[in-house]
């Protein structure tokens, strides 16, 4: 299941970032100012705001593996519509759109962590870290995703045009989608290929709460806080908690930074380095394989450190601090590159991207510790918070380029929110779920 929810991660990630690497081709047919470069590389995250949270919440209720289907197809038809969109409505149509397809794929986060959180055991006293290791395998699937599209959405570009390009990857996903609906169970008990021996252990292993246990703290709480967690879908005390707000800050910063690497790079060595696309590609590429490389290495990093008895709440701390400060340190001097060799500034976007691989094996499993009864909803408040990151990092790039021409300002910028998120990570992080934790100050 981890690895089938990796696939999800790589077609998703894969149609999320299509437009980045074929808008250097269509520029050779549109015309696209900066500002409208960045309106429309925010486009996904203007949709995916709108969904988190309902996605979330259908999981948590009806459960996440036709939900996750349903998107999956949408999203694929919205991606092979996007050469027709731009021929009959112009920038305004590919910008609505992308828009749409960001919509329909906001549940598949807050989905597949449902999922692992029905599937992956919680660390025993001398288990792996099994709520990490299958995190990780996400990340995985969302490098993987960002590696491939470069090469494939470029030669299909080159071979076959762009607007075939956008086609032909709508066309993959729904294949893929095919396999993910026949393989794909929400809970052990429904898996058909896994052994009985296993299943055995992942359902005494794993506990989730029934929907009664969502209400638990409502009898502590005022006719003001019920009706707020009514509205919201959590107790006011779980969703104002430091230790859910450190998960959701991190997000953030991450979506900032990552996004920034995927959505401007192209740009960047368009325009300021001035290299073509036959050339550029393979620049573009290792930044991911950078980040691939860290990110497949987690697994056996966190193994290391349980070994030499760092307890777990470091260990999130580790893997999320060391992330965002090396990215901060990886960004910042890319600027001063320019003049060199572009390998200079690929070799700093390959260290930036590789601790950006980093970072979530700490606080996106973080996700998996702070609530046993809200994974779902908690997780579509927090890619929400997040998404925001990701529909104004492009819109603040395109305003530091528009009104003070300075690339070392955006890297500095983009150093600066990494910073703030791991200072405030390190503070308030927690591991324990929070629901819990409040019952029993309240007891």
């Known amino acids: ?39 429309l590389l925010s486009a996904v995250a203007a949709g995916y705001f709108f969904t988190q949270v309902p996605g979330g919440a259908l999981a948590d209720r009806f459960g996440a593996k036709n939900v996750m289907t349903i998107c999956l197809i949408l999203s694929a038809f919205c991606i092979a519509a996007v050469p027709t969109a731009i021929e009959k409505f112009g920038v305004d149509g590919l910008w609505w759109t992308v828009a749409l397809m960001g919509f329909v794929q906001g549940p598949l986060f807050p989905c597949s962590a449902v999922v692992l959180a029905r599937w992956m055991p919680r660390q025993g006293p001398t288990g792996a870290d099994e709520k990490a290791w299958g995190t990780s395998m996400l990340d995985i699937g969302v490098s993987l995703g960002s590696l491939a599209i470069i090469p ?13 390009a956008f086609r032909g990857i709508g066309a993959l996903s729904l294949g893929f989608t095919a396999t993910w609906h026949v393989l794909a169970s929400e809970t052990p008990s429904r898996c058909w290929f896994i052994s009985d021996d296993e299943r055995a252990f992942l359902e005494k292993s794993i506990r989730v709460p029934p929907p009664a246990a969502k209400s638990s703290s409502s009898s502590s709480s005022s006719a003001g806080t019920s009706r707020f967690s009514s509205v919201v879908g959590v107790p006011f005390s779980v969703a104002t908690h430091p230790g859910v707000w450190a998960v959701f800050f991190s997000h953030a910063a991450f979506n900032n930074g990552a996004y920034y690497i995927t959505y401007w790079s192209p740009t960047y060595y368009a325009d300021v380095l001035k290299l073509p696309n036959s050339e550029a590609k393979y620049h573009l590429m290792l930044p991911f394989v950078a980040n691939l490389a860290l990110t497949v290495s987690v697994p056996l990093l966190m193994r290391l450190t349980q070994s030499r008895g760092v307890t777990l709440l470091s260990s999130r701390k580790l893997f999320t601090c060391v992330g965002f400060v090396g990215a901060a340190l990886g960004v910042v001097f890319i600027a001063q590159q320019r003049t060199r060799s572009p390998w200079a500034s690929t070799a700093l976007f390959a260290i930036a991207n590789s601790f950006f691989g980093l970072a979530p094996s700490g606080f996106k499993s973080n996700y998996l510790d702070i609530t046993e009864a809200y994974v779902g909803i908690l997780s579509g408040y927090g890619n929400t918070f997040a998404t925001v990151a990701s529909w104004a990092g492009p819109k603040m790039v395109a305003f530091l380029l528009e009104r003070f021409q300075s690339w070392d300002l955006v890297f500095k910028y983009v150093a600066c929110v990494n910073l703030l998120a791991a200072a405030y990570y390190f503070r308030y992080a927690v591991i324990h779920p929070v629901e819990r934790a409040l019952d029993e100050k309240v007891d």
């Open 1 to 39: 299941m981890a690895i089938l929810l990796a696939c999800v991660r790589i077609f998703q990630q894969s149609m999320r970032n299509t437009l980045s690497p074929l808008l250097v081709f269509m520029a050779a047919e549109v015309t696209f100012s900066t500002s409208q470069k960045g309106m």
């Open 152 to 164: 494939v959405a470029n030669s299909l570009a080159e071979t076959l045009g762009w607007r075939n």
